[in-house]
Structure formats: structure tokens, C-alpha cells
């Protein structure tokens, strides 16, 4: 948990401890770049250690090896793997759970277009929790609920980024809650963006390329509308699209940046093939010089069985999909390894970013990147056709990771 003297790249924002805290002394506040972090309140708090055993930043998964089972995989459902975003893991295993009478929690626009985490009960609830949603979410409705829903006997399907999922379960255990249907699906996480800038985004999107009398139906940032390897954002209007807005402004150009990011994203501690959860997922970029042997077209993605509750499950559910096992080599991905590293002037951003009348001029200004972002968006392409992708990470994590980090 995130104390006087730490800095704020010790928190990832999972709200556990405000959640676990027996006398309400915790509560989150959120800053000026739209990140809420912890604030106790000393009169009501009674030391009992709960929000330090909750916190998923007092773990450190980097550099620990694991052999997790790891998988190309396809749904056959043509229009699920249309509507997810590399794929279609998710839904195979949402759609296992709804059969079991289950649950799932997982990321969705609500009616204004917030991210957060939410509950479902059917496939057509579930089928919001698709496809990526670039932007830290609210967890404050998880807690309190999947305790009961466990407690009900119910089997529940959890999904999030690793730190989250770390969070949910050193609660529950502190609950003393039966998680023995409990299965929990992460992703290969590159960062989680401000929900502020997000919030910004929409509203500069209604003021200047909306009527004033049209308003937003639709948001997908991973669209396939042009193919899975563009990850397209798509921006649906009662009266039309912004399809031509969106090529040249789009916010998963601010995601990719860095720039918005959570301070803790770069102090990420879940950089490693041992995760916390059953599965993880993300996409698989090497299916070239992998040799997959499916077609891939549409999305694929790479899917990390990372324990032995998790293979029961996938050999029961692994026929809904085309799916093939890939080596360790193959399936590389930098955020496995290492965690983004923060551009060099991210301070400056946000000390304009708040001072700006001209939001969009200022992130159309910085939504490029830096030089070298721009560099590894030209050459991860190439690289993962050639098949140099893992080989290329590794020497810019010795050349520009491992120095950035350095004392």
C-alpha cells in the first residue's frame, strides 16, 4: 500500500486496501492527473496490517521463471472472433462459465462510456467485457461482490490486469473465502492510461466533431472493420461515425504513447511468464515464424495455462477453437520480460497537459510518441515476420530498459 513516504509509482490503484479496511479509514483520492491513490484517515485507523497484506505491489513476480502451457489459439465462432480483440479466449471461457450457472467480471463501457469493471450473468452481458478497453478501470464494484458470489457457491470468472487479479485474490483470502470456483484470466498488460485524459478525450469529441443533438452509441479501441493487425478505434454516432476523426485522432495513439499511463505501470511487478492467474491472454504476433497452421486472419491469440486448475479447464473447452502449442521463443512478448519504460519527458506532459486550454492541440502534440516509440511501432511488424521480435526486445531492454532503471 502507498505510504507518506513512498512515491506513486508503488500503487496501481486496485482500491483492495480501502476495501479490506475494517474501520473505513481509506479512501481513494484522485490526483491531478486522474489516478486515485490511498488517503488514511490516522483517527480512525487501528494498525491491523490488512492493507499491506491486500496490496499487489508488495509482491514481485519480475524475473521469476515459470512453464505455463502456451497456445495459439482461435475461436471457430466467426462472429465472436469478429467482435473480440485477437482471438475470441475470452469468450470460450465466459461461455463455460455461463453454462455452469456462473458469473464473470469483467472491463466494459457503462452508459456514459466510463470503463469499469462489472458483473455478468449471460453471454449477452458478457459479450461487453470483449475486446480491449485502453483505460484504468474502476474496480469498485468487485469486492464486496464476488465475495457473495463465491460465498453463494457460484462459479465465477475473473478478468483484468495481473496487479488487479493479485488484488481480488490476497482479499479474498483474507476473507477466508472458498475460491475453489474461482478462475482468473489476465492479460499481457502494457500499461493502464488516465480515465481523466479518457474522460477529456469523449468530451472533445461531442464539443468539436459531433452534433450537438448526435451522441456516441458505439466504442470499440481494438475494432477489426480494417483488419485485426490495425487496431482501429471505432467511434459508432446515432447519426453516422467518426471514422475520419479517429485515423488521425485516436485515443489508442495516446495509449501507445506511454505518456498517460499510471506511474506504477512503469514499477510494474508482474513482468514474468509466473502470473497470478489461471490463464493469460494477449495477442499473438510470431504466427509467421511460429509456423501456425490455422488461419489466423481474423486474430489469434497467445494463451498462457498457467496452472493445473487452468489445464482441467482448457482441456474441456479447448475443441470450441482452432489452437496449437507454441514454444516460449514463439510466443515472447516484451511485457512477459520487462515493463514499459517512461518517456523521458512524461513529467513535462502532464505539467502542460494540466495547464492546456487546448487539450486535443496538446495530445495531438504528444499522441505520436517519442523517437523511439515511433521506431519499435515502424519495426514490430518486420521484426515479427522475420522472426527476429524476441531477439530485438531483449537488446532494447539491456540497451534502454535495464539503463533507464539504473541508480
Not at 474496480?139 to 465465477?156: M, P, Q, R, S
Request: contains cysteine.
Amino acid at each position: 500500500m502507498l505510504t507518506e513516504n513512498q512515491n506513486k509509482n508503488q500503487c496501481c490503484g486496485c482500491m483492495a486496501c480501502s476495501q479490506i479496511c475494517p474501520k473505513s479509514a481509506i479512501t481513494m483520492e484522485q490526483d491531478d492527473q486522474g489516478f486515485a491513490y490511498p488517503s488514511v484517515d490516522k483517527n480512525k485507523c487501528i494498525d491491523c496490517g490488512l492493507c499491506h497484506k491486500v496490496c499487489p505491489m508488495e509482491e514481485n513476480y519480475v524475473g521469476q521463471d515459470a512453464v505455463p502451457d502456451i497456445y495459439a489459439l482461435c475461436n471457430k465462432n466467426r462472429e465472436t472472433l469478429t467482435e473480440s480483440s485477437s482471438g475470441g479466449m475470452f469468450s470460450i471461457l465466459a461461455r463455460w462459465v455461463i453454462g455452469q450457472g456462473g458469473v464473470i467480471y469483467g472491463v466494459a463501457f457503462d452508459e456514459s462510456f466510463s470503463v469499469r469493471h462489472m458483473r455478468a450473468d449471460s453471454m449477452e452481458d458478457a459479450a461487453r467485457f470483449r475486446s480491449s478497453k485502453y483505460v484504468e478501470s474502476d474496480l469498485t464494484e468487485v469486492y464486496a461482490h464476488i465475495l457473495e458470489d463465491l460465498k453463494a457457491g457460484l462459479t465465477v470468472l475473473l478478468t483484468g490486469t495481473p496487479c488487479q487479479i493479485s488484488a481480488v485474490q490476497k482479499f479474498l483470502l483474507q476473507k477466508r473465502a472458498d475460491c475453489t470456483n474461482l478462475y482468473t484470466c489476465d492479460n499481457i498488460c502494457h500499461g493502464v492510461p488516465s480515465r481523466k485524459i479518457w474522460t477529456d478525450y469523449l468530451t472533445i469529441l461531442q464539443d468539436k466533431y459531433m452534433d450537438s443533438n448526435d451522441s456516441i452509441t458505439y466504442i470499440n479501441m481494438r475494432s477489426k472493420k480494417s483488419g485485426w493487425k490495425e487496431r482501429a478505434m471505432e467511434v459508432r454516432l446515432k447519426n453516422g461515425d467518426l471514422d475520419e476523426v479517429t485515423k488521425d485522432f485516436s485515443f489508442n495513439k495516446i495509449f501507445s504513447s506511454l505518456y498517460a499511463n499510471r506511474p506504477s505501470c512503469f514499477n510494474c511487478k508482474y513482468t514474468s511468464h509466473k502470473r497470478p492467474s489461471d490463464f493469460t491472454l494477449g495477442d499473438f504476433w510470431n504466427e509467421k515464424s511460429a509456423g501456425i497452421t490455422f488461419d489466423v486472419s481474423n486474430g489469434v491469440s497467445e494463451v498462457l495455462v498457467n496452472t493445473e486448475k487452468g489445464r482441467k479447464l482448457f482441456q474441456l473447452i479447448k475443441d470450441q477453437a482452432n489452437c496449437q502449442p507454441v514454444s516460449k521463443k514463439a510466443a515472447w512478448q516484451p511485457h512477459l520480460e520487462y515493463a514499459a519504460k517512461a518517456p523521458k519527458n512524461q513529467a513535462q506532459f502532464w505539467e502542460e497537459y494540466n495547464s492546456s486550454p487546448d487539450k486535443e492541440a496538446l495530445l495531438r502534440r504528444y499522441l505520436e510518441g517519442t523517437f523511439m516509440t515511433k521506431v519499435i511501432r515502424k519495426a514490430s511488424p518486420i521484426l515479427q515476420k522475420t522472426g527476429l521480435y524476441s531477439m530485438a526486445g531483449k537488446m532494447y531492454k539491456v540497451l534502454l530498459v535495464k539503463k533507464s532503471n539504473t541508480p
